[in-house]
């Protein structure tokens, strides 16, 4: 299973930008969008279950929107008003899990990563 990311680029703060991950078995895992800044360790941005069950990083909740399109075989990430801290390379992952776990050391599957700056 392989998986590309896209939709990266540079915005203003207060700014957006959508994110898309194409992967040939979004109906059988749980998938998450990562991210990590300069110098810091990849955290979770937010996740979704194969059912549709969705969580989100404090920082993001009420920004970003992470959903899946089952017909595209896409995951997408909605990120609206954007702020310098958002900056950093995203990435899209997949676990064999039924609940999706925060924790980055859980995904088998990663993406090459796309890179997101956010400039205040």
């Known amino acids: 299973v392989e998986l590309m990311e896209s939709g990266g680029g540079a915005v203003e703060a207060g700014g957006s930008l959508s994110l898309s991950c194409i992967s040939p078995?979004?109906?059988?895992?749980?998938m998450a969008w990562f991210r990590q800044g300069p110098g810091q360790e990849r955290k979770e941005v937010a996740t979704?279950?194969?059912?549709?069950?969705?969580t989100y990083a404090d920082s993001v909740k009420g920004r970003f929107t992470i959903s899946r399109d089952y017909a595209k075989k896409t995951l997408l990430l909605e990120m609206t008003n954007m702020q310098p801290e958002d900056t950093g390379t995203y990435y899209c992952a997949q676990a064999q899990r039924r609940v999706c776990p925060p924790t980055p050391d859980a995904y088998d599957t990663w993406g090459q990563g796309t890179q997101v700056t956010v400039s205040s």
């Open positions: 078995n979004t109906r059988a895992y749980c």
């Open positions: 979704i279950s194969r059912l549709g069950t969705t």
